[in-house]
């Protein structure tokens, strides 16, 4: 059916070949029917109990990997299974290795056994030993390949050096309605369904910030294409890696990851260019921050302001979706901690499990319904995400915590899918230009916001050509090359919600402001608009798969909608709103070791640095040096003490401990 088609490819699903019901191939310790459906074969990730902890230390002290745990009972059942390996889920990095013990992802093990092993046999054995609290299946997850999006023009072809719309030269500004819509802008027909305004509000966000380059959002998707001429500005860079290389420079586990990782290929080089590859992560990497006024292609929500020399900010690409390749659950988990221990704040994440009201009828096989069922069937992954929300950001920056986006879905559907509808992620259903709910969007209790989707079956005309004008447009790759073109989906109101929140937190970066997670979110949903008031009214009639002669029309009452849809987001709003909310930065505590130094740029947590003074209470222990905004506190020997700063009047306290292995190298 190529309505299911065009819709799975515009949100990358995440799904098991072989599902066929709500129970997907994961299982907890108290369950007795295994289902192994889209497991991998000869593969078990079990969670070992804390009073494991000391004897898994002492066997994996000196080796990544090993054939055996060191604990009897458990490698007892592991000679049974024929085991070749087991090792670590998540590599050690000395520098989070403390708060990795403290969320217990330390314990999580991946066992690799005889391929010919029974997998429920294996799973009921190791799963009864007193020593493993928690076993699953290490599920692949697909993306659904379901075709092409609308190809428009190449890199090449869009390039312009006037001034066209706000400001900014790149010409095709104007068929981004997402961002500013006026109405008729973009449209090639049906321009009447179209209400000016239904736009994110970029026009006066735009006014106060255009991006910064302290905030990184990871993009969790397909690769993203790290040269397209849009992007590549705003890619982030681990300054202390080779690109690609087979060697880890910085120690934190993954080699060559100079661009972010590819977890799939499970290799430091970023792909977008296979033969089975969508443009997908591209596309979602644009709308968030491609570089504006560049004259070329397009603009990004976050992207910053190339001709002021003003840089956006950063896209790390987290690639779980390679070619043909499916990824699993595992590598999922390991990209969501990689990316709090590496300085993301914002996962972008336009894929999810189908929701529990999927229609199987038109090929959705229905997936967790409810965050009980959901933990029990992905526990790693919940562990995961719960690490990134509580452990991305700092106390000391523009947000403390991690804010994770996930598209709501693309079936139609009553309930919005998982991992979205969890209460610790922002759910994002899709609207068309006329702020009516797009005709494939999830919908329910479980989303949170609403953003520009697009909606081909509302605005096409039944039998003719796939019309583009109520897509979303932004960069893109096909065949290996850069180029620009439109997609549709909850995948593509997802970046719009995630660009926001990063234009939001470049602006509170740029104006000192500190923020929780859980308070900016709740800023962001003060700061939307409720618009099912005044549009969800009366009937949508939507053309159904109607570019083929298949197509036939439906009536759709807009009531069903309402209180299930989110608020629809808005950065001018949330923009304005910043100064006033928040709380000014706080200068961080140092650790330093005897005859090293640590320093504090005081332009990084104030605005506006005046006259200061600084002193430490005993100079036995450490002493400073001013060059500038920037002190140098200098370990003399170890112990404690306190270093005074007067700011203009304002005083502030900043505890300084010196000891030996501090700096980051696991003192603690």
């Known amino acids: 059916m190529k309505k299911t088609l065009i819709y799975v490819l515009l949100a990358v699903f995440a799904i098991s070949c072989n599902d066929s019901n709500t129970d997907n191939g994961f299982v907890v310790e108290n369950k007795t029917e295994i289902i192994t459906d889209g497991a991998v074969e000869g593969e078990l990730l079990v969670k070992f109990a804390p009073e494991m902890e000391d004897i898994l230390d002492s066997h994996f002290a000196t080796r990544a990997m090993a054939t055996r745990s060191g604990i009897p009972s458990t490698d007892e059942v592991l000679d049974i299974l024929g085991a070749y390996r087991i090792e670590r889920v998540f590599p050690v990095d000395p520098r989070t290795e403390e708060r990795t013990r403290e969320a217990g992802l330390h314990l999580w093990y991946k066992v690799s056994f005889d391929k010919s092993m029974n997998i429920a046999e294996a799973y009921t054995r190791l799963s009864k030993l007193g020593e493993v609290s928690k076993t699953q299946c290490n599920r692949r997850i697909y993306r659904m390949d379901s075709g092409r999006p609308v190809f428009v023009k190449s890199a090449d072809e869009a390039v312009i050096g006037d001034v066209v719309e706000n400001g900014f030269n790149d010409p095709d500004l104007a068929l981004q309605w997402g961002y500013i819509n006026k109405s008729n802008y973009g449209f090639e027909q049906s321009w009447a369904k179209s209400i000016a305004g239904c736009d994110?509000?970029?026009?006066?966000?735009?006014?106060?910030?255009?991006?910064?380059?302290?905030?990184?959002?990871?993009?969790?998707?397909?690769?993203?294409?790290?040269?397209?001429?849009?992007?590549?500005?705003?890619?982030?860079?681990?300054?202390?890696?080779?690109?690609?290389?087979?060697?880890?420079?910085?120690?934190?586990?993954?080699?060559?990851?100079?661009?972010?990782?590819?977890?799939?290929?499970?290799?430091?080089?970023?792909?977008?260019?296979?033969?089975?590859?969508?443009?997908?992560?591209?596309?979602?990497?644009?709308?968030?921050?491609?570089?504006?006024?560049?004259?070329?292609?397009?603009?990004?929500?976050?992207?910053?302001?190339?001709?002021?020399?003003?840089?956006?900010?950063?896209?790390?690409?987290?690639?779980?979706?390679?070619?043909?390749?499916?990824?699993?659950?595992?590598?999922?988990?390991?990209?969501?901690?990689?990316?709090?221990?590496?300085?993301?704040?914002?996962?972008?994440?336009?894929?999810?499990?189908?929701?529990?009201?999927?229609?199987?009828?038109?090929?959705?096989?229905?997936?967790?319904?409810?965050?009980?069922?959901?933990?029990?069937?992905?526990?790693?992954?919940?562990?995961?995400?719960?690490?990134?929300?509580?452990?991305?950001?700092?106390?000391?920056?523009?947000?403390?915590?991690?804010?994770?986006?996930?598209a709501s879905g693309n079936e139609s559907a009553g309930m919005s899918a998982y991992p979205g509808a969890y209460e610790k992620c922002l759910s994002v259903s899709a609207v068309a230009p006329d702020y009516t709910p797009a005709s494939y969007t999830n919908y329910g209790v479980e989303v949170d916001f609403s953003a520009p989707g697009g909606d081909g079956d509302y605005y096409g005309t039944p039998g003719s050509p796939y019309e583009n004008g109520s897509m979303i447009y932004s960069t893109l790759t096909t065949e290996g090359r850069a180029c620009y073109g439109y997609y549709e989906g909850t995948s593509m109101a997802c970046p719009h919600v995630s660009g926001v929140v990063a234009l939001g937190l470049s602006y509170a970066a740029q104006l000192r402001r500190h923020f929780t997670a859980e308070e900016f979110i709740a800023l962001m949903n003060e700061q939307s608009d409720d618009i099912e008031t005044e549009y969800f009214i009366g009937e949508k009639l939507t053309h159904y798969n109607h570019s083929s002669p298949g197509s036939f029309a439906t009536k759709t009452p807009l009531s069903k909608y309402r209180g299930k849809m989110g608020k629809f987001v808005n950065a001018g709003k949330l923009l304005n709103a910043i100064e006033s909310a928040g709380r000014d930065m706080k200068l961080p505590d140092v650790y330093v070791a005897p005859k090293t130094t640590a320093t504090i740029e005081l332009l990084r947590f104030f605005k506006n640095v005046g006259t200061f003074t600084c002193s430490v209470d005993n100079e036995n222990i450490a002493v400073v040096s001013v060059n500038g905004t920037e002190i140098t506190v200098t370990g003399v020997a170890e112990g404690f003490t306190v270093l005074n700063i007067t700011i203009d009047g304002a005083e502030h306290t900043v505890c300084v401990t010196v000891r030996n292995g501090a700096n980051g190298n696991g003192w603690m």
């Open 200 to 406: 994110v509000n970029c026009e006066e966000a735009w006014e106060l910030c255009t991006g910064d380059t302290s905030i990184i959002v990871g993009v969790m998707d397909e690769g993203v294409l790290i040269d397209h001429p849009d992007l590549a500005a705003n890619i982030w860079v681990n300054e202390a890696e080779i690109y690609g290389s087979y060697n880890d420079n910085d120690g934190n586990g993954f080699n060559g990851d100079r661009h972010g990782y590819n977890f799939a290929s499970d290799r430091g080089y970023i792909s977008a260019t296979g033969s089975n590859d969508t443009g997908h992560g591209t596309h979602v990497a644009g709308t968030i921050a491609a570089v504006n006024n560049n004259g070329i292609g397009v603009c990004g929500i976050a992207g910053g302001d190339a001709a002021k020399g003003q840089k956006g900010v950063r896209i790390m690409p987290l690639q779980i979706f390679d070619d043909n390749r499916a990824s699993t659950v595992a590598l999922e988990a390991k990209a969501f901690k990689y990316a709090a221990d590496n300085g993301v704040v914002i996962m972008q994440c336009s894929w999810g499990y189908n929701s529990a009201y999927a229609n199987e009828v038109q090929g959705y096989m229905p997936g967790p319904g409810s965050v009980k069922e959901w933990e029990a069937l992905y526990p790693l992954e919940k562990e995961a995400i719960d690490y990134f929300v509580e452990n991305a950001g700092s106390p000391n920056g523009v947000i403390d915590g991690g804010i994770v986006v996930f």
